[in-house]
């Protein structure tokens, strides 16, 4: 039982490299979400996809892209890495509208922009 | 706008004592309110959550919260703490209509010693 799986756990970046974090998830779940987390300020929704080639905009959302072309993948991209991107990012995914709360989360990817 | 405030950051216990990590939350409509864990090195996960009805609530791992409407509070409490219990907890807090997302506070640290 894998769940939400993130790749990779840890990437340290210098400024303006770009890279894509890949999330899996097994449970044929409709929903699922990027989050970053950082000290004192909890998580914060970056994008969301609420199914297979659909995506939106979260509270966070500049300086991310996402894609969501399977249903079991979501991939966040940095296009240009800044420092003020320094963060532990989580995937979560979710069964359709009706149980979107309880979502299950993947075990992060720690982020160092240089 | 909902939001969510954990005025803890951190609540140090030791083991068998009872705990009660506060949460309190803002909003003009109603609300489904959520207490998430989050394990060393893990993603978080659902430990209990109201939606209606009875304002007790029992999760996982025996723990409590009680909603109380009139002081805006879902304060989260546990009888007997276990050394397994340290961990990070985040109360979090969604409108009860339409498509809203979870709206998740900063977390509070729970550290229990022997």
């Known amino acids: 039982n894998a769940g939400v799986t993130q790749t990779p756990k840890f990437r340290v970046l210098k400024t303006g490299q770009s890279m894509t974090l890949l999330c899996a998830q097994d449970?044929?779940?409709?929903?699922m979400y990027w989050y970053r987390q950082d000290p004192g300020m909890g998580l914060r929704l970056i994008h969301y996809s609420v199914g297979e080639g659909t995506t939106a905009k979260g509270e966070v959302p500049d300086g991310y892209n996402v894609s969501r072309l399977k249903k079991q993948n979501f991939l966040l991209g940095l296009e240009s890495a800044a420092p003020s991107q320094t963060s532990v990012y989580f995937c979560?995914?979710?069964?359709?509208?009706?149980?979107?709360?309880?979502?299950?989360f993947g075990a992060g990817t720690r982020l160092s922009v240089l | 706008a909902q939001s969510v405030t954990q005025l803890d950051s951190q609540v140090p216990v030791f083991e068998e004592a009872p705990v009660e990590l506060r949460c309190n939350y803002s909003?003009?409509?109603?609300?489904?309110l959520f207490w998430y864990v989050q394990y060393p090195n893990q993603g978080l996960q659902l430990l209990l959550k109201?939606?209606?009805?009875?304002?007790l609530v029992k999760g996982i791992n025996g723990f409590e919260a009680e909603f109380n409407k009139s002081q805006t509070s879902f304060h989260l409490r546990k009888p007997s703490v276990h050394i397994s219990d340290t961990a990070e907890y985040f109360c979090a807090v969604r409108p009860n209509t339409g498509f809203q997302k979870l709206v998740f506070g900063t977390g509070t640290r729970l550290l229990v010693s022997p």
């Open positions: 109201y939606l209606s009805g009875s304002t």
């Open positions: 909003s003009s409509v109603s609300v489904y």
């Open positions: 449970m044929n779940h409709e929903y």
């Open positions: 979560a995914s979710s069964y359709g509208r009706e149980n979107r709360d309880i979502q299950y």
